[in-house]
């Protein structure tokens, strides 16, 4: 089914690991974003990418890293786990065939630090 | 910077009554809103939405209400069911192809 995927699922990292979140569309859109969700935070932007080879920052980018090298995949690096980072993470596309606001959300990344 | 807030954290309803979640954006600019739905366990899911120059816009059972003079969005569901409990979010938008911010989420919840 054309959507987006979100791996893994759930992960338990431990302060200071790495790892890397993955994010895979098949609608070619072009634009892509990560969030995350915290408890009466709603959803907070972490980087986004309007195409390939383009990334900017959203309003909490400190400890993440992007890339577009494809159309498809949109990874999201967490350099050095931190538990403030324990949070779900929702990948996001959108394109101009829904309008570039009606996002596609992926099912989530449940992050756990300890 | 800006924001975008919901009045309610919480709202029950009866079934088959009708709903009304609330939101305050804070950015006169912002020309487009958006109202999302998310349902535990899963992402957001897109409702509806309206641009800056429209006051109404009407889905099924839903209708986006935008009040630009005090910078206020509704968002009603007629005939309000069980399967409507979720989180709803209100996002907002400046012209182009920027960002959407959300708000802090509203839960639904319906009575039987």
């Known amino acids: 089914n054309a959507g987006v995927t979100q791996t893994p699922k759930f992960q338990v990292l431990k302060t200071g690991q790495s790892m890397t979140l993955q994010c895979a569309q098949d609608m070619n859109h072009e634009y892509m974003s990560w969030y995350r969700q915290d408890p009466g935070m709603g959803l907070r932007l972490i980087h986004y990418s309007v195409g390939a080879g383009i990334t900017d920052q959203g309003e909490v980018p400190n400890g993440y890293n992007v890339s577009r090298s494809t159309t498809e995949d949109f990874p999201l690096r967490l350099l050095s786990a931190a538990p403030s980072q324990t949070s779900v993470y929702f990948c996001?596309?959108?394109?101009?065939?829904?309008?570039?606001?009606?996002?596609?959300f992926g099912s989530g990344t449940r992050l756990t630090v300890v | 910077g800006e924001s975008v807030g919901l009045h309610l954290p919480t709202l029950s309803v009866q079934e088959g009554d009708n709903s009304i979640i609330n939101c305050a954006y804070s950015n006169s600019a912002s020309d487009y809103f958006i109202w999302y739905k998310q349902e535990s366990g899963k992402g957001p899911q897109f409702i509806i939405d309206?641009?800056?120059?429209?006051d109404k816009r009407q889905g099924q059972r839903v209708t986006v209400l935008l009040n630009k003079t005090v910078k206020h969005l509704s968002l009603q569901i007629a005939a309000t069911q069980p399967g409507d409990s979720a989180v709803y979010f209100c996002?907002?938008?400046?012209?182009?192809?920027?960002?959407?911010?959300f708000g802090k989420g509203t839960r639904l919840s319906v009575i039987a």
């Open positions: 309206i641009r800056s120059n429209m």
């Open positions: 996001a596309s959108s394109g101009r065939d829904r309008g570039w606001y009606g996002y596609t």
């Open positions: 996002a907002d938008a400046l012209s182009g192809n920027t960002p959407l911010v």
